[in-house]
């Protein structure tokens, strides 16, 4: 009897389907966009040439470094909104902290290009407050360019800061905090010395999120960067561009996108690896009173900045209810738009359920063997699968479309304009979120179940399904909301891949925006926004909590 | 530099509910002093109301002449050892003891040697670079002590800091709490809910319930001289018996209620003929006489040094609603181990067993004072 011989049992069966789905539908694309980088365009042999010309032209390289220093100014910016909120939230009492809470959590969860849209709908060049002002013989500082996406993506983005630090913080021991007054410090050099170093390993770990989503984010640069170059405008454009783009030197470009993101990523990953610490509270941290003066200032800044993230969504519904007519705007309000949206854009709403829910199934039942695998069934094996499934992470979504395109642009996987190649890029860009909260719970949940279930004469595939998936069902769920939130309002990849019979919601909004029918576009946006908000509350339902971990 | 802590007539409130009535209490300069009570008796509060993490809603507390109800707690210099240690995650055990140190601007050189001189005093001088994640639960609290030590603070203030350690680590820790806290001569106040600890540890004790000191004392006087039945019962037990006194002749006497006289020369000079009282054995205080109280063993536990029996009286001679009426038979001077449902005959020792009132609350012993000085 040897053991060395692969046992077929269910579980190496599940390991190998999966592996071989990873192969082709992750490393086979992305290995194909790293080899097409090298390739001429017209004679297709291998060359240097791509990367040659993007690193002598100025053009290319100024993208680049736009790209930089957009996001790591939003980065900045995130943090010196988040981290204030964050501890004011955390360490005082605040009127309406509910409602505030939930407020944050939509805005975090709406789509950064609706973010976009809606600024524009403000302080665009027809914007309400444009034109409000010019009437008043004021002009307002052009919205389109740096300062309007640093606007729109700081806005969109410090409630990652915020909600990553408050969970932090609510993991301090209050302990720690007394300990530092009893040893005679107190105040702001408290904060500095013991508070913010606690959280700093996660505040990294929100900057990372803030920085991967800003530099790979397509919508909000296409809508208001105007002339301001960045990386995934430009790779969109040499991709699809009429102006004799070259899908090689997309591809080249994408590397290089790629590249720098997982440096980032690494980088992260090995900072959090040597510098964090376990942290357990066993008092948490008790929200003080707070008054005068200093309690006038801290409530200003929060419910001004809770305002500011908010106002745009509430514009866009607005907007959706103004009469129109031939695209413009008149007086009065009316359900025109909507009726025109279910006249002529009801294929994209039937598209995104469709699609989404086609990936959400996907995903979770994903993110259940993914997990039990990488968490029950430890060996090389599924330590490859855990480590390939975190690759999303780093490749762009615009990157992902292009990646997929090149792909499976030919026989015998010819998936380009097909439905399939846009749920396969939905569950390559979101399973993340589920598989998280699937090892979450796992780990949670005793193995002895399962083993008791076998040791009565269950096969090891039925008890899983019987005992374990069960148990796993509220962990996983959690995760999922997530995952379908964000697939919902997924356009990054979408735009790369839809044909006119395959759009989605947030591809037809971002069409009508580019044509300037804003009506539609806010009807749309507007139907988007409420199915995101029902499925936060169904997530707080689920969940039972308002913590929510991406 | 350590100084004595005065608190007159403190009152704790939370809202409407009130936690500590009116509390007064001396503690002295230098002595290692014990807030001891079952949990909810508000001694964490009294510590944190001295540590300046909680209010005080009336009376004063002192250290020597100073009022300090006002002071912030990071202004009052005090030591103070958490119930979860409080190690900072992020720094290293060297940079744990330095925090304070270092708030306090000490000159570098002579930081380094007190950071050296206490993390020997401690012994933990080897892991000083380590992140306190790395340490052992009795190592982290040693760091905890090390830290609040070295800043040299008027009080040292420790909330059940042995509490989370195992059985045999808790009697070393304690061991090396008390030697180092007499090595640096301290006042210190000690939260516990541990009797036995408090008793190992203490200079003295104050035994609380329900915001009120019960009696403050020696450990030998608290085990000994109970002021009143709670203290008896919750350090140590004890059992207790229905009894009456009999003033006639010079000696006064306590008659449980078959009839069992046991002379009481000890007895203060107010009992009155026939007045109703309390008496209390702990499981010690008998031994085995042929002229004793008749019992009935219902169960017994082997303990190594010596057996517990647990007792049957007959109806109407102990009070309800105890645990258990208990016997202890030192192992070392036996003749025989009793089976269960044997009788046996018990006679308390007089010089041993205290007194109380009727109604539980005072002692009738002479000279059983409820505060000592």
Redesign the interface.
């Known amino acids: 009897m040897t053991n060395k011989k692969i046992r077929w049992d269910f579980w190496t069966i599940v390991t190998v389907v999966i592996l071989a789905l990873f192969a082709i539908f992750l490393l086979y694309p992305l290995i194909s966009l790293f080899l097409s980088g090298f390739k001429d365009t017209e004679t297709g042999i291998w060359t240097m040439d791509n990367y040659a010309r993007f690193f002598s032209k100025k053009y290319y390289k100024s993208a680049l470094l736009n790209s930089f220093k957009l996001t790591i100014s939003v980065t900045l910016v995130a943090i010196l909104l988040g981290v204030p909120l964050a501890y004011f939230m955390s360490f005082y009492k605040i009127k309406g902290k509910g409602i505030l809470e939930i407020l944050f959590i939509i805005s975090m969860m709406s789509p950064n290009f609706i973010g976009a849209y809606s600024w524009i709908l403000l302080l665009g060049r027809s914007g309400t407050v444009t034109q409000f002002l010019k009437g008043m013989g004021i002009h307002m500082p052009s919205i389109y360019g740096f300062g309007g996406m640093l606007l729109v993506f700081a806005l969109k983005l410090y409630p990652f800061i915020y909600m990553y630090v408050s969970g932090a913080l609510k993991k301090i ?1 209050v ?2 905090s ?9 105040g702001l ?2 904060v500095f ?2 508070i913010m ?2 959280v ?1 390993p996660t505040l990294i770990a929100a900057a990372l999120l803030v920085f991967m989503n800003c530099m790979a984010d397509f919508g909000t640069p296409a809508l208001i960067g105007e002339g301001y170059r960045v990386m995934p405008t430009l790779v969109y454009s040499e991709f699809v561009g009429e102006t004799g783009g070259s899908a090689n030197f997309a591809a080249c470009m994408a590397t290089i996108m790629v590249v720098v993101t997982a440096t980032i990523f690494l980088i992260q990953k090995w900072y959090v690896n040597t510098k964090s ?3 357990s509270s ?2 948490p941290i008790q929200p003080k009173a707070v008054h005068g003066i200093k309690g006038f200032l801290i409530h200003l800044y929060i419910y001004l900045l809770a305002a500011t993230s908010i106002i745009p969504q509430c514009m866009v519904i607005y907007t959706s209810f103004r009469a129109t007519k031939m695209q413009v705007f008149v007086d009065g309000f009316s359900l025109e738009s909507y009726r025109k949206v279910f006249s002529t854009a009801v294929q994209s709403i039937k598209n995104t359920y469709l699609y989404c829910l086609a990936a959400i199934v996907i995903i979770i039942v994903l993110g259940m063997l993914i997990a039990y695998l990488a968490v029950r069934r430890k060996n090389w094996l599924t330590n490859i699968i855990d480590t390939i499934a975190m690759f999303p992470y780093i490749v762009p979504g615009s990157v992902l479309g292009i990646t997929l395109l090149i792909a499976f642009n030919h026989p015998p996987m010819m998936l380009a304009g097909s439905a399939i190649i846009m749920i396969i890029s939905l569950v390559i860009r979101r399973q993340a979120y589920t598989l998280r909260s699937s090892s979450a719970i796992l780990y949670q949940i005793s193995p002895s179940m399962e083993e008791a279930a076998i040791s009565l004469g269950d096969s090891p595939s039925m008890s899983f399904v019987k005992v374990t998936a069960k148990m796993m069902l509220p962990g996983v769920a959690s995760g999922a909301i997530l995952s379908w939130i964000t697939l919902i309002n997924e356009l990054s990849s979408s735009v790369m891949l839809y044909t006119a019979g395959t759009r989605t919601m947030s591809v037809a909004i971002y069409n009508e925006v580019i044509r300037a029918s804003y009506g539609t576009a806010a009807a749309l946006a507007t139907i988007l926004t409420i199915t995101t908000v029902v499925s936060l509350l169904i997530f707080f339902k689920v969940s039972g909590n308002k913590d929510v971990t991406m | 530099m350590s100084v004595s802590i005065g608190i007159g007539n403190v009152v704790k409130k939370y809202g409407d509910l009130t936690i500590i009535p009116d509390l007064s209490a001396y503690i002295k300069n230098g002595e290692f002093f014990t807030l001891l009570g079952p949990s909810g008796c508000g001694k964490t509060t009294l510590l944190r109301m001295i ?3 909680n209010s005080i809603e009336g009376g004063t507390i002192k250290f020597d002449e100073e009022v300090i109800n006002d002071i ?4 009052r ?4 050892v ?10 290293t055990v060297r940079q744990n003891v330095e ?2 140190l270092k ?2 601007k000490v000159p570098k050189d002579k930081m380094k040697d007190r950071i050296d001189e206490i993390l020997k005093v401690v012994k933990i001088d080897e892991y000083q670079d380590r ?3 790395r340490l052992s639960g009795g190592q982290q609290q040693r760091v905890a002590l090390a ?2 030590i070295v ?1 040299h603070p008027q009080v040292l ?1 420790m909330d059940e800091p042995l509490s989370n350690l195992d059985a045999k680590l808790r009697i070393e820790m304690r061991s090396a709490i008390r030697d180092v806290q007499k090595q640096v001569g301290i006042t210190t106040v000690y939260v516990t809910h541990d009797q036995e600890e408090a008793l190992a540890i203490s200079d003295r004790i104050a035994v609380m319930k329900q915001g009120i000191i019960q009696q403050i004392g020696s450990p030998q006087d608290i085990y000994a001289r109970p002021y009143n039945a709670f203290v008896s019962t919750f350090i140590g037990h004890s059992n207790l018996f229905f009894g009456t006194i009999k003033k006639q002749g010079d000696v006064p006497t306590v008659v449980f209620s078959n009839g069992y006289q046991v002379s009481m020369p000890n007895l203060v000079d107010t009992v009155t003929e026939g007045q109703k009282a309390v008496i209390s054995v702990r499981p010690e205080e008998f031994s085995l006489n042929e002229e004793g109280l008749e019992c009935e063993i219902i169960s017994r536990t082997f303990l190594g040094k010596y057996t517990n029996y647990f007792l049957r009286f007959p109806d109407g001679m102990v009070l309800d609603n105890q645990p258990s009426i208990e016997y202890s038979q030192d192992l070392g001077h036996v003749d025989r181990i009793f089976g269960v449902g044997e009788k046996i005959r018990l006679r308390p020792n007089p010089n041993k067993i205290n007194v109380f009132t009727e109604d539980l609350e005072r002692s009738l012993i002479k000279d059983v004072k409820k505060y000592d000085e």
């Open positions: 021991d302990a720690l007394e300990a530092a007054e009893s040893l005679g410090c107190g050099r408290k010395t013991v170093p606690l700093t610490f376990a942290m066993m008092r | 540590a300046g993490f912030p707690a990071q202004k210099n005090i030591g103070m958490f119930q979860s240690y409080a190690i900072f995650p992020h720094l925090y304070g708030i306090r992140l306190p994640e830290r609040a800043i203030l």
